[in-house]
């Protein structure tokens, strides 16, 4: 592979021929820290511990006046209002169509960066191999967190086979990983990239930081996996889904850099709402949100005021 510059971080970085075909994106330690902490998208509330597990609907928009598109999965519904998007985040709160067969196969094949067919990813995987996708999916994501505990480090965009060897990384390496692993076992897996919740991060406090994580097809539904964080939630913003090659997210971290999240809310829904939600019935105007999370209200579900 020829030494070319992408811009991912919203910097120019490097991809640096590795082994096998593969290559490495490199950025020094301190722009890449850099501009991590840059891209961190203030929370507008504190959200507690408490709701993670459950449903938090958001309003997200872009400050230099270009529209927002974001993917709808199983897990994250989309709604568009005028020039701001509304994302509900659960466990099955979105509504994507299931993939076709050639991208079940695209999803299922090793490439350049998720060498699912290496040596060393097929050993690894096969550890973990248990009767159910499912159970084999859990077992793979806690042998990811094992395995990667070498330095953490933002610089860098390296391949599943590099992150195994290397064991250093962040969620980028954490998610090439666990993909690899998971293609291995014939589990057809591929790549969010998106912003997740962190109380603190490098210095900032309730922020949402771009993050990676993995979502594999368990023959009825995308089901998202996260080795690099203790877990998917109600937190876990989609942004876009790519293969695992550092080309298919090129760009978005400068949509990251102006975007804003403007409202958030955690959402009790009754069985009226419910109802209403199967019928495609949304009101579009800002009270759709719900009650925003408050220092007074942490820890306690607010209802869903959808009419």
Not at 72 to 91: F, K, L, N, R, S
Request: some cysteine; proline content about 6%.
């Amino acid at each position: 592979m020829p030494r070319t510059s992408l811009s991912i971080l919203a910097l120019s970085i490097v991809l640096v021929p590795g082994s096998a075909g593969a290559a490495t994106a490199e950025l020094s330690s301190f722009a890449a820290t850099s501009a991590m902490r840059a891209l961190a998208v203030p929370s507008p509330y504190r959200i507690p511990q408490v709701a993670l597990e459950g449903t938090i609907r958001y309003r997200l928009a872009l400050d230099n006046g270009e529209r927002l598109s974001l993917p709808e999965t199983g897990e994250q519904g989309i709604h568009y209002d005028e020039d701001a998007v509304v994302v509900t985040v659960c466990a099955d709160c979105g509504n994507e169509a299931a993939p076709t067969t050639d991208q079940l196969e695209q999803y299922r094949s090793a490439n350049d960066w998720v060498q699912s067919r290496d040596r060393r990813i097929i050993d690894f995987a096969r550890r973990a191999r248990r009767p159910t996708s499912e159970a084999t999916m859990l077992a793979l994501t806690d042998a990811v967190k094992k395995h990667m505990n070498g330095t953490i480090a933002f610089n860098t965009y390296a391949s599943a086979t590099q992150a195994f060897e290397s064991r250093s990384g962040d969620c980028t390496e954490f998610a090439v990983l666990l993909a690899a692993a998971a293609r291995a076992r014939g589990i057809p897996a591929r790549i969010v990239v998106g912003l997740a919740y962190a109380p603190r991060f490098l210095g900032n406090r309730h922020v949402f930081t771009p993050h990676l994580w993995v979502q594999v097809w368990n023959g009825k539904r995308w089901i998202s996996h996260d080795a690099g964080l203790d877990g998917f939630d109600a937190t876990h913003i989609a942004l876009a889904i790519g293969d695992g090659s550092p080309q298919a997210f090129a760009g978005l971290m400068r949509t990251i850099a102006h975007l804003q999240i403007t409202a958030a809310a955690q959402v009790v829904v009754d069985e009226p709402a419910a109802r209403r939600a199967a019928a495609g019935v949304f009101r579009s105007h800002h009270p759709a949100l719900g009650a925003p999370f408050s220092r007074r209200e942490e820890g306690k579900p607010i209802r869903d005021t959808t009419p």
